[in-house]
């Protein structure tokens, strides 16, 4: 059954354990408070949960520097936890992804603890070394202005050591065999556990050539991502992973494998950017650029679509002048830029908390091709503390309540801060209170799910943006088992008209019915519909009427 690839047409919620919900009381999130938050999860109407790391770990980067691949952080439960957490979800029909963070490890993990002691551990190769400073040491930083360089001096291994990102997180060797083989060892472990798959962590370094001799453009080892799915698919049929790599789109391919046997999904960099650009500048033809450069990928494949996510907004793939008019739309502060190509903000606060705005964004995103990914909070319009570091800005903890530490925890002294003064604050923005309001944005969210999951055309099928003759409209039609979806967005402030032929022969679906309200428009004779859009309006359109519902092939 074609719905056995249940993530061409999931709906991904990411959430940090950390702050999403205290039980114990101890001021940081843990697995028995995640549980407890599995009903509201059920209701919102997300099929899947994404974790963000939670494994042993100093946290210097959110979770992103382990130093146990085997066990749960004492702050956040025991491995019981764990499991009892899957099986809950589980029995709500909830699947599980985790992070798989092996492209390094901590400073403090035992392997490299061993590794810059003694020349003969055998661990000693599992990380990259050279006895001389390389040439390109002051290259290739993630974190620009934070990050000084990519190989630093360890005066107890008597050798410079490579970290792609920062330098308590040395890279892994992972050309090396004996290192591939733990990679496994760690993903049929957590399957064993009840996860249906991962998220994995900055893939194109991982898959990299490593090395002080490495120069020019990274040399990719794909066969590597081949034996990773391969081995998975072996372990459990239905389990994917979900890539993230920000490449460029002829790169697609390479990462999905011709043959579909690499990387089941990938979040989509190329379409988050140029959807940031869109909703900036009001102009839909760049996004339409970036989708149908993204368009060719196998079919059992599947595009990760999503707005903001844990890290800043990365811009690094717009022209200088997309980028900027982004920065001056939503970032146009110093202290909401980050690492001279991105914003640091959550997405609420960067559209100024309009609610016309924030709904057409996200309504735009749920119709693009691929499966949304949400982030946790944004479903409430939470905002963020440019008070804090960094993108710890955007990670203060879930907001449940008006009630103290907006219902987060018990302690007066929460691990990270709640939001709790101005337009953001837990007394303004909270679950509880958005759940009896039927005008709220989170009872508009799962509105906008209920129907995301009765159109499966948008998972499944092929994408055609028809012209709309107006920069700020953009219409995008799905086409799958002989039925259609129309989704027409204005993403501009004011009222437009448009006149759209959709392509369908009038005999065959000239009637639409708006998904949203039933509301219909028939096509004219030359098989034309007259829209009207109000400024930051959608509609989401079943072509054909109904009975086409009815008429779709079992899936
Ligand atoms: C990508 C993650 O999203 C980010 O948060 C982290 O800092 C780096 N990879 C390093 O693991």
Not at 266 to 292: C, G, S, W
Not at 327 to 342: N, S
Not at 380 to 391: F, N, S, V, Y
Request: glycine share 10%; proline share 6%.
């Amino acid at each position: 059954m074609i719905n056995d690839l249940w993530y061409k047409n999931a709906v991904i919620y990411c959430l940090s354990v950390r702050t999403f919900m205290d039980a114990d009381g101890d001021g940081i999130g843990d697995f028995a408070g995640l549980e407890r938050r599995l009903d509201y999860l059920q209701g919102l109407g997300v099929t899947a949960v994404w974790l963000m790391p939670f494994q042993p770990s100093p946290k210097r980067d959110g979770g992103y520097d382990i130093a146990d691949y085997y066990g749960v952080d004492p702050d956040y439960g025991s491995l019981g936890d764990f499991v009892a957490f899957t099986h809950a979800a589980k029995q709500r029909g909830l699947r599980v992804l985790i992070d798989l963070v092996v492209n390094h490890t901590s400073d403090r993990h035992r392997w490299f603890q061993s590794a810059r002691a003694d020349p003969d551990s055998p661990y000693r190769d599992w990380y990259v070394w050279s006895t001389e400073k390389p040439a390109n040491a002051d290259e290739g930083m993630v974190f620009p202005g934070v990050q000084e360089t990519t190989w630093t001096w360890d005066d107890k291994a008597g050798a410079y050591y490579f970290h792609r990102f920062f330098d308590f997180q040395p890279d892994l060797n992972t050309a090396n065999p004996a290192v591939q083989a733990e990679i496994l060892k760690i993903m049929g472990f957590w399957i064993e556990l009840g996860v249906s798959g991962f998220r994995m962590d900055a893939v194109p370094f991982v898959i990299a050539k490593k090395g002080a001799d490495v120069k020019g453009a990274p040399v990719e080892q794909f066969d590597m991502l081949r034996d990773f799915r391969e081995f998975l698919q072996w372990r459990k049929g239905d389990a994917i992973i979900l890539a993230e790599a920000n490449i460029l789109p002829k790169q697609d391919l390479d990462y999905f494998g011709d043959d579909a046997d690499r990387a089941h999904m990938m979040f989509n960099f190329q379409v988050n950017q140029a959807t940031f650009y869109a909703l900036a500048a009001h102009d839909a033809r760049p996004l339409v650029k970036a989708i149908e450069r993204t368009k060719p990928r196998p079919l059992s494949c599947q595009w990760g679509i999503f707005l903001r996510n844990h890290d800043e907004l990365d811009l690094g793939r717009l022209t200088e002048t997309q980028r900027a008019t982004v920065f001056e739309k939503f970032g146009p502060e110093k202290g909401m830029q980050l690492y001279d190509r991105g914003i640091r903000r959550r997405f609420a606060p960067m559209l100024d908390g309009d609610p016309r705005r924030i709904r057409l964004a996200y309504s735009l995103m749920f119709t693009l091709p691929g499966t949304p990914v949400l982030r946790y909070g944004d479903e409430i319009g939470m905002g963020d503390d440019l008070g804090l570091k960094e993108r710890d800005c955007a990670r203060t903890p879930m907001q449940w309540t008006g009630e103290a530490q907006g219902g987060f925890t018990r302690s007066a002294k929460p691990a990270m801060p709640v939001i709790d003064h101005g337009p953001y604050g837990y007394a303004h923005v909270n679950v509880a209170d958005q759940r009896h309001d039927k005008d709220s944005l989170l009872t508009w969210f799962s509105s906008v799910i209920r129907m995301r999951k009765e159109a499966p055309e948008i998972g499944w099928g092929d994408v055609t943006a028809l012209p709309t003759g107006k920069a700020a409209v953009l219409a995008l039609r799905y086409d799958w088992r002989s039925n259609a979806v129309l989704c027409v967005h204005n993403l501009g402030p004011g009222p437009v008209e448009v006149e759209l032929e959709t392509g369908i022969d009038p005999s065959e679906g000239g009637l639409l019915i708006d998904l949203l309200t039933g509301e219909r428009s028939e096509a004219d004779e030359a098989g034309r519909h007259c829209l009207f859009l109000e400024g930051y309006g959608y509609h989401w359109f079943r072509v054909g009427g109904l009975d086409a519902l009815l008429r779709r092939t079992p899936t």
